[in-house]
Structure formats: C-alpha cells, structure tokens
Nanobody, 125 residues
Framework: QVQLVESGGGLVQAGGSLSLSCAAP????????MGWFRQAPGKEREFVAV????????YYADSVKGRFTISGDNAKNTVYLQMNSLKPEDTAVYYC??????????????????WGQGTQVTVSS
C-alpha cells in the first residue's frame, strides 16, 4: 500500500536539473520531519535530505550539499526536492519518507514509518 505519492522522476543528462514531489494525501505531516532517501543497485538506502517542519531546519548529505534543495508546503502536505547540477552518481531510486512521531534520527531510514513508492532518477553522461 502506497503511503506517500511521489512524482517527477525521469532521465536527464549530466549537469541538468530535475524536481521531485511527494504528497501525503489525507494526512498532515506539518509537525514532523519529511525527507528523501535514495538507493542505487547493490547499495543500501542512503540519506539525501530532510526538512524538520516543526523546527524549520534543513539538512543534506555531503554528496548533494549545494546542489539539492528540499522544501515543503504545509497547506498541500507536500515536500519537494529540487536537484541541480546532476551527476551520473546521483542515479538511483529516490524515496520520500515521513514519520508520525517525534524523536529518532533524521538520517536513518529505520526512523521513518511512512514511505513513497520510489521514483527512478537516471543521469546520463
């Protein structure tokens, strides 16, 4: 069962841009963090970015800092990921994540209990 609905994946050339969206239909996450993780073939799911809506803070993995921007719209229960200057190593399935409780690590996938279906991002060289 899909808990969060993602859109915006696709194929883009290196140096290009892509924007992802993640909506939480019928539920508000305005008081809890929402983030993005990604998983490449043969690798573990890794942290990309998170926005702590209650605290108004954003955090990024070192590998995407300066290139990706996470933002949210409380009224629409939606989080976005703007990806610029994309590199081939950004190729992965991107997952939106959220949780319905306070506490836990912002950077660990195990601390989130709501997930999107995943959307493929492919960056060609």
């Amino acid at each position: 069962q899909v808990q969060l609905v993602e859109s915006g994946g696709g194929l883009v050339q290196a140096g290009g841009s892509l924007s992802l969206s993640c909506a939480a239909p019928g539920r508000t996450f305005s008081n809890y963090p929402m983030g993005w993780f990604r998983q490449a073939p043969g690798k573990e799911r890794e942290f990309v970015a998170v926005i702590t809506w209650s605290g108004g803070s954003t955090y990024y993995a070192d590998s995407v800092k300066g290139r990706f921007t996470i933002s949210g719209d409380n009224a629409k229960n939606t989080v976005y990921l703007q990806m610029n200057s994309l590199k081939p190593e950004d190729t992965a399935v991107y997952y939106c994540a959220a949780r319905s409780y306070y506490g836990g690590s912002y950077y660990s996938a195990s601390s989130y209990n709501y997930w999107g279906q995943g959307t493929q991002v492919t960056v060609s060289s």
